[in-house]
């Protein structure tokens, strides 16, 4: 059953919860320590050093907005998370570690709107949006159950390609990096910040002006504006020259090079789609994430061999477009956006009150 939202601390940097602490009649000290706990991802009962005064006044913020309720460990030391939020919606999370450090993938929205054929978040449309300090919970709830901590995190880089469409929850996504990367909290560097993004042109030229030096991925996997609203009904509204020409602009202005995911289907592995593909995107400083397809229940949508791959591969490589295919993650644990929550939800799996879990799992 979805109730209404409780307002969490994670939604303030450490100013706004001073703020509030000495509105509410309480010392500037104990703003410090009421952010320390949120960072160490530690409900009030957990605290030694918050008076129960402090904890009641402030009765009305949850300091846990997302608990983890389930968790499947695949290959590889890849983990995935489901997230139970105040109102008792789910979302997904994933942990993927790396030799040049651990990845947590986390989601931006409950459900999409924007109905990807080859993705699962979006099946059931979109519910809402998620708060900065949402979606910032599920980093500090990975962080906290992989025994990292502010000062020595389990997590280096952090991921936007979860559930969701980050620059339809553009507010709140901002919001929420700038709160990750803050000197104040986990400090994790905006260079170790990658969204991913269907590709909106308005948004896109919006987030080049922000000064946040991330890494902006966009999921192209078409390279003619006929394939590509076949599989992708945003398409239809924005042209492959439109959202090239943005991320264009996001390069001229951040000097961060601009990925582009294109997924390997019997469509645009075809020759002419290859090299539609280079004409695109030669010359350019961009580099192309080749994606092996997972399988998505409820979604028809055919991956292509792993041979073609790297053919596809080798071609742009001599047209002097960096590509690299990228490392398949995840699929043994339903590793596609959406994936597990559906498959938790299709197994009659009822959701209890929010208050009825613990913190971790």
Known sequence: MIEERKKCIQDHSLEEITAIVLERGFPKFRSQQIFELSLSYRDWAESSNIPKSLSEAFSDYVIVPAKIISKVNGNKGVTKYLFLLTDNSIV??????????????????????????????????LIRDLSPGEILGQVLAIN??????????????????????????????????????????????????TL?????????????????PLTLTISL??????????IMPIAKVYSIKDVVKAADFYYSNTGRRVSYEYALTELSSKNESIDDLVKLLKGKQVHINLIRLNPVRGKSILGSEDKRAEEIKKILG?????????RSLGSDID????????HFLADGKKIKD???????G
């Open 196 to 212: 991913s993004t269907c590709g909106i042109p308005d948004k896109i030229y919006k987030l080049a002006k922000e000064e946040i």
């Open 354 to 360: 929010f208050s009825e879990y613990s913190v971790i």
């Open 318 to 326: 001599d047209n002097g477009i960096s590509a690299t295919i990228r």
């Open 92 to 125: 997904e999370g994933v942990y993927l570690p790396n030799n040049y450090g651990n990845t947590v993938c986390v989601s931006s929205q409950v459900g999409c709107a924007r109905g990807c054929e080859f993705c699962a978040s979006g099946i059931n449309g």
């Open 144 to 193: 906290r159950e992989k025994n990292g901590t502010k000062n020595n995190r389990a997590i280096s880089n952090v991921v936007l390609m979860g559930s969701g469409e980050p620059l339809d929850n553009y507010v709140n996504v901002i919001r929420f990096i700038r709160l990750i990367t803050s000197e104040n909290g986990l400090n994790i560097s905006p260079r170790n910040i």
């Open 221 to 230: 996997h078409a390279s003619s504006d006929i394939d590509r609203q076949k």
């Open 335 to 342: 590793g596609a956006c959406g994936q597990l929550r559906n």
